[in-house]
């Protein structure tokens, strides 16, 4: 379903009241996924590479360091304007 899919149903079938609480449920829901149970832990990393392979986007890091220190998210274009 597609953005606009979705704004079209939600604005025929519920109050903006009911969407909003929607949101915020989803909102939570999503974060509450985060918390994993001890051992079955997942580093942060992770998430937000999966995250950005969702979203198209690519991630920056320095490739000769042991630890990374940061790293830059974002699509070709803003690397591109970094010079990344």
Known sequence: M???ELYNYITEKMTPEEALMK?????LLTYEKLKFDKGKEI??????????????WMI??????KDI?????????????RKL
Do not use: C, N, Q
């Not at 990393?45 to 969702?54: G, R, T, V, W």
């Not at 920056?60 to 360091?65: N, W």
């Open 23 to 27: 949101f915020l449920e989803s909102s």
């Open 60 to 65: 920056a890091f320095e490739k000769d360091k």
């Open 43 to 56: 580093h942060p990393l992770m998430i937000i590479s999966m995250a950005a392979m969702d979203l198209g």
């Open 69 to 81: 220190e940061g790293l830059i998210v974002g699509t070709k274009e803003y690397m591109r304007r």
């Open 2 to 4: 597609k953005a606009k």
